[in-house]
């Protein structure tokens, strides 16, 4: 099997990801977006990566041609033509990702500390400190013990391509 990297781009995909692998050494935190496609665009094609992005409206030109080959619950899962890249966006953004997420199995995220506001959830996630929030790990057990739809398409996206 080829190298294999998940590149997420924000602080708060990156826990996600790290908590969705088991904290899985072949995470590595790209800083934005355009940092993605920078570094997919630079890989070896015997590296298999996979982007773990929001649904900008400003899409790194690298990404024109990823095709879509799944998607429900939240998540859109991408691959680019004859490589092993893949895109998994979380719609619309980790924030009302995880709101919607919450909504869908019952969770108030207020009884783990975070506002239910998504404009204050988004600031919030979007610090350095998220990565090392005990609240925040809580949360995203919940919300996996739970079976929150969006966690549950991200499973078995990543099973289908990691195995």
Same mark, same amino acid.
């Given at each position: 099997m080829p190298d294999l990297r998940f590149l997420p781009e924000c602080h708060a995909d990156t826990t996600l990801v790290l908590f969705l692998t088991n904290n899985d050494p072949r995470v590595i935190h790209a =800083?934005?977006? =355009?940092?993605?496609?920078?570094?997919?665009?630079?890989?070896?094609?015997?590296?298999?990566l996979i982007g773990f992005v929001d649904d900008d409206k400003r899409v790194p030109p690298y990404f024109d041609d990823f095709?879509?080959?799944?998607?429900?619950?939240k998540v859109i899962l991408k691959k680019k033509l /004859? #490589?092993?890249?893949?895109?998994?966006?979380?719609? #619309?953004?980790? /924030?009302?990702?995880?709101?919607?997420?919450?909504?869908q199995v019952g969770i108030d995220l207020t009884n783990f500390g975070f506002p239910?506001?998504? #404009?204050?959830?988004?600031?919030?996630? #979007?610090?350095l400190q998220i990565e090392k929030d005990e609240n925040f790990q809580i949360l995203l057990a919940a919300l996996d013990n739970q079976n929150a739809p969006g966690f549950v398409k991200i499973r078995s996206i990543l099973n289908e391509l990691v195995g």
């Amino acid at each position: 099997m080829p190298d294999l990297r998940f590149l997420p781009e924000c602080h708060a995909d990156t826990t996600l990801v790290l908590f969705l692998t088991n904290n899985d050494p072949r995470v590595i935190h790209a =800083p934005g977006y =355009p940092e993605v496609g920078v570094t997919m665009r630079k890989a070896n094609n015997n590296i298999t990566l996979i982007g773990f992005v929001d649904d900008d409206k400003r899409v790194p030109p690298y990404f024109d041609d990823f095709e879509i080959i799944d998607s429900g619950d939240k998540v859109i899962l991408k691959k680019k033509l /004859e #490589k092993d890249q893949y895109l998994i966006i979380i719609q #619309k953004a980790i /924030e009302s990702f995880l709101l919607w997420n919450a909504d869908q199995v019952g969770i108030d995220l207020t009884n783990f500390g975070f506002p239910r506001d998504v #404009k204050l959830l988004g600031n919030r996630l #979007k610090s350095l400190q998220i990565e090392k929030d005990e609240n925040f790990q809580i949360l995203l057990a919940a919300l996996d013990n739970q079976n929150a739809p969006g966690f549950v398409k991200i499973r078995s996206i990543l099973n289908e391509l990691v195995g």
